[in-house]
């Protein structure tokens, strides 16, 4: 008797997700696929940390699967519990928690860990490498409240950290063993030439310096060095390199050198266990980025698909530095050795260095600083081999004869079809301009169709440079982007077209203006809810499949499974009967953590989704929308109620805010906040919406946020009584709630449209009252969602299965 193999990996990062992503494609249905990670998100992109930490680009938008394409997949997740130990007889795996898996087939693709200097002092707080989000995280918190930065290392991770703290206002001293930046990617002329443009964006060095130890009490103060000298630090950021992840593999009994030793099939010493990325280690080697790991995974998955494939044959890596205001480029060698030749081109001018190294005839290496459009052509003929006679200095001086002012455009149509643009994904021109020839007509669209400027995004210029060229109108206008990949219409388009062809559910709408996917995807389907939504308050019916599950289940999905309750508490303030109510639902439903939050709310978390709607009823609360995009919470201070200092009523002023504003939907999450003097303790400055008491009135402030980028709020205006404050603050979310994009906050929002057009959009009061008037009638529809469900028989039977696209939602 057959039966669907199952398939367990180990290993929730890039490679191992890739190739399972590729065995999807190839042989739908033949595996039974578990997967478990140590972290606890779903698969994200690692490599664009180092764009997280220097800004402008959120964790949400790194994740590559979320968590609702394992079940669309079929594919059991288990997340926050790594695999402990493998039975590879009885072949099982069994997890931290004790979870025990049987496979047929085991995939390891544990990656690797920072390689931690054993110093003295390398254990204390603030002693960190750079390789996950919560890494990434731990350096975006202490630079709110620490100043001075260390990186012990120059290599690619370490000046990519570097640059991310410099932008989030630390001072950094970068120190380096060696004598040049970037020695294990670099020749000297281009590290001086890098080393002089980092200095100038403010990153500090010190070369040839031996840390000797770490000081501190608890947490980290400084560094000491070999030559006797010091420097204060109170964050560390160990790049030094990275080491196989293979303890697990060795105790398994697997055969390991540096990584898990693997065949040209990605086969470990012991039958039905492969490894692949950077824990595995191919020919002696163990690579380190991502487009030799791709290219293991489909290898690998062309091997459990049973499809024919010649092998993994080893890989020649090219790497690009992620700094922005700096291009540099290297691939393979970039040092004369014996029985090579160098060709060189500096101009010191336009700060531009070329290298191109050769051995028999043949393209072995190249190093490009300044100018890196050569990059991708170099390396495809390093990759191929073929031989160069006679065109070395060609090649040295420009790929494509390169006249000067030649577009990108220009040059890559003179590139061959075959030459990769994607170095990540190994994805050629020639596939490329295939697929904006079958109608991608965005950047989105093209990593959709064919990966290409997903993981580093470094081939961005040259795949929009190729939308010039034969999607453009002839070599004109870039192509512009869509709200997503599914389409190329930004919001505006969409929202008025929305309105002048009343089109009136989502699936119209993406019918109409011909969406690319039909079914939409996870960023377009929740926006267009939203906006038909704001269009058309009366008419629109929510589409609960168009919501993340937060918003299905109205609680806050948590990484184990179970789910955060909050109720509303007006203005954060309760009742001895409020409370003995709370206290009675959370006894009776083993609720294990009952906690306030930031809002000055109590959040019952760990409750399993099942309890859900009894909950609710028990709790006879409104919902607090604390995992909604909507008001969350009006915090407030004391105010003159009791305080000495009040000069008006914040806790009043709160509660009558958010009674009039809960259950309003908003394109991201608001949250507001009232002090009753310009002491400021309710935080009003860092919130969305801001009021502060003065000496006969309240002024208001917008535009706040205290998350990973702090902003100040800015003035808005001053009134005289509650009833302005309220006019004002429905004018003003109305006006955002008309006008931002959906996922948009009310910071980035004003950044992007400048507080002037709000100020005049407002000022006027008919405008204020024609806002008031709008966001009335929609709050006059909108009603409480946890009663919506205890109230309807049928949501509550079906509560379970309701399904919709997925959370990466805060
Ligand atoms: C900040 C940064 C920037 C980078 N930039 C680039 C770049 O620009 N270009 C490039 O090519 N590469 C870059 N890299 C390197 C690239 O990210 C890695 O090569 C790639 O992520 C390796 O993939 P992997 O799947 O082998 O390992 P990982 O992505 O690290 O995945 C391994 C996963 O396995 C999990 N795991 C380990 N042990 C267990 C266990 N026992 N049970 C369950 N789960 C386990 C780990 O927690 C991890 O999530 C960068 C790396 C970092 C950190
Ligand atoms: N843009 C990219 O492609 C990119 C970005 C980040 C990370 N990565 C990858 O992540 C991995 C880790 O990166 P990395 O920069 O840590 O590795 P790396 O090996 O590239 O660089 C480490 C650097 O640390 C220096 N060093 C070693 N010991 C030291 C010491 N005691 N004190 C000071 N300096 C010391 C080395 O001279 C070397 O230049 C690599 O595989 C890298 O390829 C790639
Ligand atoms: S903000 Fe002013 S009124 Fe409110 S608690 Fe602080 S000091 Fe008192
Ligand atoms: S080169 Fe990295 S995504 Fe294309």
Redo the contacts with the bound molecule.
């Keep these: 008797m057959s039966h669907v193999k199952r398939l367990v990996l180990i290993g929730n990062g890039m490679a191992g997700m890739r190739t399972i992503e590729h065995i999807l494609k190839l042989s739908t249905e033949a595996y039974e696929i578990t997967v478990f990670g140590e972290e606890p998100h779903p698969n994200y992109n690692r490599i664009m940390l180092?764009s997280v930490l220097a800004g402008g680009v959120e964790l949400s938008d790194i994740v590559i699967n979320d968590w609702d394409w394992y079940t669309e997949n079929n594919i059991k997740l288990y997340t926050g519990d790594p695999v402990t130990s493998i039975d590879s007889v009885g072949k099982k795996v069994i997890s931290a928690s004790g979870i025990e898996v049987a496979y047929d087939i085991l995939i390891m693709a544990t990656g690797s860990n920072p390689f931690m200097?054993p110093l003295p002092g390398a254990n204390k707080e603030g002693v960190i490498g750079f390789r996950n989000i919560k890494d990434c995280q731990i350096m975006m918190d202490t630079s709110k409240t620490y100043k001075k930065a260390a990186v012990?290392?120059?290599?690619?991770?370490?000046l990519?950290a570097a640059r991310g703290l410099l932008n989030l206002g630390m001072d950094v001293n970068v120190?380096?063993?060696?004598k040049y930046l970037?020695?294990?990617q670099l020749d000297q002329s281009a590290s001086l030439m890098l080393q002089h443009d980092l200095e100038q964006q403010g990153m500090k060095f010190l070369l040839e310096k031996?840390?000797a130890s770490i000081v501190g009490r608890r947490r980290v103060q400084g560094l000491t060095f070999a030559d006797g000298g010091e420097i204060e630090a109170d964050l560390v950021i160990m790049?030094?390199?990275?080491t196989p992840n293979v303890e697990l593999a060795k105790r398994t009994g697997l055969k390991v050198n540096r990584g898990i030793v693997v065949n040209d099939y990605m086969e470990t010493s012991i039958p039905g266990i492969y490894a692949v990325g950077e824990c595995a280690e191919h020919r002696g080697i163990a690579y380190?980025?991502v487009a030799p790991l791709y290219e293991q995974g489909a290898v690998l998955a062309k091997r459990l698909a049973g499809t024919v494939t010649a092998g993994y044959a080893g890989s020649v890596t090219s790497?690009?530095?992620?700094v922005s205001g700096v291009d540099v480029f290297s691939a393979g060698y970039f040092n004369d050795k014996p029985g090579m030749r160098s060709l060189r081109f500096q101009d010191e001018i336009d700060g531009i260095y070329k290298k191109i190294v050769i051995q028999d005839n043949r393209l072995v290496g190249a190093v490009l600083f300044g100018d890196i459009t050569d990059g991708a052509p170099l390396f495809s003929l390093i990759k191929s081999g073929e031989s160069i006679e006679g065109r070395e200095k060609e090649l040295l001086l420009g790929f494509s004869t390169g006249k000067a002012g030649e577009s990108l455009a220009s040059k890559l149509g003179k590139m061959a079809d075959d030459e990769i643009i994607c170095g990540c994904n190994g994805v050629t021109k020639g596939t490329i301009a295939e697929a904006i020839g079958n109608g991608c007509s965005s950047v989105a669209e093209i990593k959709m169709c064919t990966k290409a400027t997903g993981s580093?995004g470094g081939c961005k210029p040259q795949v929009e440079a190729l939308l010039q060229l034969y999607a453009g109108d002839t070599i004109g206008e870039p192509v512009k982007e869509g709200i997503c990949g599914c389409t190329s219409l930004g919001r505006d388009e969409i929202v008025e077209s929305m309105k002048a062809m009343h089109l009136m559910s989502v699936k119209e709408v993406m019918n109409v203006l011909e969406w690319r996917e039909p079914e939409g995807c996870s960023k377009c389907r929740p926006a267009l809810n939203y906006y038909l939504g704001m269009l058309y308050p009366a008419e629109y019916k929510d589409e609960k499949e168009s919501r993340f599950a937060n918003e299905r289940y109205h609680a806050n999905i948590q990484k184990d499974g179970t789910y955060s309750v909050i109720p509303r508490i007006y203005g954060g303030v309760t009742s001895p009967a409020e409370l003995k109510k709370i206290a009675t639902v959370a006894e009776k439903y083993d609720v294990p953590l009952v906690k306030f939050t930031g809002g000055q709310r109590l959040d019952l978390f760990g409750v399993k989704k099942e309890d859900l709607p009894g909950i609710w009823e028990e709790l006879d609360m409104p919902s607090g929308h604390g995992y909604g995009k909507a008001l969350r919470t009006v915090k407030t201070c004391v105010g003159n109620t009791f305080c000495r200092f009040g000069t008006q009523d914040a806790i009043g002023m709160g509660i009558r805010l958010e009674k009039a504003f809960e259950r309003i939907n908003t394109p991201a999450k608001v949250k507001l906040a009232v002090s009753g003097c310009p002491r400021n303790c309710a935080e009003a400055t860092v919130k969305d919406l801001g009021v502060v008491a003065i000496d006969g009135g309240w002024e208001l402030y917008v535009g706040g946020n205290a998350g990973v980028k702090v902003r100040a709020s800015e003035f808005l205006c001053v009134v005289k009584t509650e009833d302005e404050v309220v006019e004002w603050t429905s004018a003003y979310l109305q006006y955002y709630r008309e006008n931002a994009n959906w996922n948009e906050r009310t910071a980035n929002w004003i950044e992007r449209v400048g507080l002037e057009s709000i100020i005049k959009a407002l000022e006027n009061a008919e405008d204020r009252q024609a806002l008031m008037g709008r966001i009335e009638e929609t709050l006059s529809y909108s009603k409480d969602p946890w009663k919506d469900i205890i109230n309807n028989d049928d949501l509550r039977k079906n509560f379970h299965t309701l399904s919709g696209v997925e959370t990466v939602n805060s």
């Excluded at 012990?152 to 370490?158: D, E, M, V």
């Excluded at 120190?175 to 060696?178: F, G, L």
């Design positions: 180092s200097l012990i290392g120059g290599g690619l991770l370490g990519e120190i380096h063993i060696h970037m020695d294990r031996h840390t790049a030094v390199g990275i380190g980025l790497t690009k530095l992620k580093c």
